[in-house]
């Protein structure tokens, strides 16, 4: 059975090139680190606990790093937008504005999606 936290702030701040995660501190990264291993247990459908996973996989361990990593920087770059004012309209972006789906998780995760029955079933009747 896995225990939880999968990975470490440490393993967090060794693979991160960006200066804003590498600054954070152990404690915030702890919560991030947390955030994303909900994040993949929803998306699993399994918290690997059961026992074939002594250790957690290495596939789910990356995507937990990656996934820290985001919501580190996210958590970093909250309130930094540049800002450009052209006659009419202005154009406001974020440096981080993308979705977790684009950070490429899912081929990392996909082979450990847990499918279960809905617990639900149609019943069609018709008159013979």
Not at 18 to 32: E, G, Q, S
Not at 80 to 87: A, G, H
Request: proline letters at 4%; one cysteine or more.
């Amino acid at each position: 059975m896995a225990s939880r936290p999968w990975v470490t702030p440490a393993q967090v701040k060794a693979y991160t090139d960006l200066p804003d995660v590498a600054a954070r501190t152990d404690a915030k990264l702890a919560v991030d680190i947390q955030r994303a291993e909900a994040y993949i247990i929803k998306y699993c459908h399994q918290d690997f606990s059961g026992e074939e996973y002594t250790t957690i996989p290495a596939d789910v361990a990356t995507a937990d790093i990656i996934l820290s990593e985001y919501y580190a920087h996210k958590q970093g770059s909250i309130g930094k937008y540049k800002s450009e004012t052209f006659d009419d309209w202005s154009y406001t972006s974020g440096e981080s504005e993308y979705l977790v789906q684009t950070l490429g998780i899912d081929g990392l995760l996909d082979p450990y999606v847990e499918t279960s029955a809905s617990g639900k079933f149609n019943m069609r009747l018709r008159k013979l």
